[in-house]
């Protein structure tokens, strides 16, 4: 007899960021399709991961974390948003963002269950939703000004919401479109959720790197939505460190309970002389994460400045480090192949909106990284501005 293979998803394919990347690589074309920096983690840091993997900090670290990396990110989340997390039951050290996203599903949501998610959605919510029997129901956020501020549609999520609704997963500073919330959001959240048993998934990867003089309105700020909420964090967007898959998962002790019975047969523990780096590096330089917001907001003025001259339509991004382009005025072909074309035939790749989408959003979309040296981003530039 043959074995079985059946998918248990189906329609998941590579996902986007690996395909434009694999074409941009292919092409020699200038990749600011996957979201990744091309600068150096801070020196300090560096020399503290070479100290640690030769002081014999080489094996298992528990299961929760690094006690010490636990208490640098308790004093963190104290300080900035005025939380309280206790350091033994409330914080645990995760393999990238995307493991604690992957786990806080797997310890939530059971077969029949409804989760909401805001497209465009990353793409990693909607496979583990699938994967725990859960159901994905897309909202789209909307834009009703100029096609470019996307905020929740508060109706249409009191509208969704039903007794099958068991999480609804939240990404604000948002990627792709870069929009982030205001304080008033939170309290139209907590109303919604109030009188219910739904739980918050939020995913604030991003959380430093919101522009203008903007807040980042963390779930952890509110003392109603922190009851229900597991928030989760990544040092691989804070230090320039991608690779290293490093984060973090802050909620309320019986919450975490939950996380850690997935989190330690999922990957059980995270990288231990990183843990440690990071650890003694968050305590001697504790603002290090408050410089980002100004060193990312200069790269998106940069490039938004240089693609005045472009015919791309565009608002500059409120946080992340991701730019929407809108090229309807340039074209009107669809955006995966469109995203593709600019690839071959101009040499600059990108990520096309739609596929984090169930309904299109208005207009044409592409999404482009700017956390790139400015070089990179003037010659990118240079070559849009010849469509
Ligand atoms: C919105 C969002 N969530 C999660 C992740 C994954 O973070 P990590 O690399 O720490 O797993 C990313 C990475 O790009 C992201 O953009």
């Not at 048993?197 to 522009?211: A, G, M, P, T």
């Not at 995966?336 to 959003?361: D, K, N, Q």
């Amino acid at each position: 007899m043959q074995p079985l293979i059946s998918s248990k998803l189906p329609d998941v394919g590579t996902t986007i960021f690996t395909v434009m990347s694999q074409l941009a690589l292919d092409c020699n074309a200038i990749n600011l399709s996957q979201g990744f920096p091309s600068f150096e983690p801070p020196d300090d840091l560096l020399s503290l991961i070479e100290h640690y993997l030769r002081s014999g900090a080489n094996q298992y670290a528990p299961m929760p974390g690094v006690p010490a990396l636990r208490a640098a990110i308790a004093a963190k989340v104290a300080d900035l948003y005025g939380r309280s997390a206790d350091v033994d039951t409330e914080i645990t050290v995760c393999d990238g963002a995307t493991e604690g996203l992957f786990s806080s599903i797997q310890a939530i949501v059971r077969p029949g269950d409804d989760v909401i998610v805001f497209d465009p959605a990353y793409d990693s919510y909607a496979p583990a939703i699938t994967l725990a029997g859960g159901r994905t129901v897309h909202i789209p956020l909307i834009s009703p000004g100029d096609g470019f501020d996307f905020h929740i549609d508060w109706q249409r999520l009191a509208d969704a919401v039903s007794d099958k609704t068991r999480l609804i997963v939240l990404n604000f500073p948002q990627n792709p479109i870069g929009s982030i919330l205001a304080a008033a959001d939170l309290d139209s959240l907590a109303e919604i959720v109030r009188d219910t048993r739904i739980l918050l998934l939020s995913d604030e990867v991003y959380e430093h790197i919101v522009f203008d003089g903007a807040r980042h309105q963390s779930m952890l700020m509110h003392d109603e939505l922190w009851q229900r909420s597991l928030v989760i964090s990544s040092f691989g967007k804070t230090y320039h460190a991608t690779g290293w898959k490093v984060g973090y998962c802050v909620a309320p002790a019986p919450l975490t309970e939950e996380f850690r019975k997935v989190h330690q047969f999922t990957c059980f523990s995270v990288v231990t002389p990183i843990q440690h780096a990071l650890a003694d590096f968050m305590t001697s330089t504790p603002q290090q994460h408050l410089q980002l917001a100004a060193f990312y907001q200069a790269k998106r003025d940069y490039f938004c400045n240089l693609l005045t001259e472009s015919r791309f339509e565009f608002e500059p991004a409120k946080g992340t480090f991701f730019q929407i382009l809108d090229y309807s005025a340039i074209s009107d072909e669809e955006d995966v192949s469109y995203a593709r074309r600019l690839t071959r035939e101009i040499g600059v790749a990108s990520i096309p909106i739609s596929v984090f989408c169930e309904e299109p959003l208005p207009g044409n979309k592409l999404r482009f990284c700017f956390a790139k040296d400015d070089a990179t981003l003037a010659t990118a530039v240079e070559k849009l501005c010849q469509l």
